[in-house]
């Protein structure tokens, strides 16, 4: 499972980037405007902090000018991931930016049938949003099993299910048992994923009893300095 981070904070990203675990970032719109920065610069710095996949999104909502802003993202780095909304403008606009070899993430999914259409418009991810159907009464993990089910139907199928909108570790998990390519995750979430009370207990308690064994792993390196 890959994990890609939900953020355009540059800090954060530089932070999670550190660990190695961090295939790929996702912003949107709300996300670049809490940063106050020129968009496409935002994009240019988190390019060249990660390889893999990041998703930068159209702000237009007809074919042509989507089509303009994103071959203009697109020109930014050769990993960029246009992101167009699942509408039947964004998938026009998406099919032609797929036939010209950009990926295309499909946002704003919400239904099973929305994302057979991204798939067959030869979309590189689909962004279904669980947390936003979560908020409504419905369930997010039961759009993600249908679509992980329907795609495995379809083998000819490329689009890979990029579970976004979670709001916590147990989404995560719950799209790791469902088979799903990638989660989308907000820094605060990525780093809860490291975190077990038991984990901080045992330590903490291997640690007491090997300070009692009065020994060094890596030796006195004052009397190594000191030879
Ligand atoms: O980036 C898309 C998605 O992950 C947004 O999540 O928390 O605003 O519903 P949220």
Redesign the pocket.
Known sequence: MKFFV?TADMAEIRDLAETGLLDGV???P??VAKTGRPFLDVIAEICEIVPGPV?AEVAATDHETMLAEGRKLAKIAGNVAVKVPLTRDGLKTCRVLADEGTMVNV?LCFSAAQAILAAKAGAAFI?P?V??LDDIGESGMGLIADICEIYRNYPHFETEVLV????GPQHVVEAARLGADVA?V?PAVLRQLFLHPLTDKGLAAFLADWQKTGQSILGDKSAEAAE
Not at 164 to 167: C, E, H, T
Request: zero cysteines; a positive charge; glycine letters at 6%.
């Open positions: 939900d996702t912003t949107n709300s996300l998703s946002t962004s949003f947390g936003r976004a909108s979670v709001r989308t907000p």
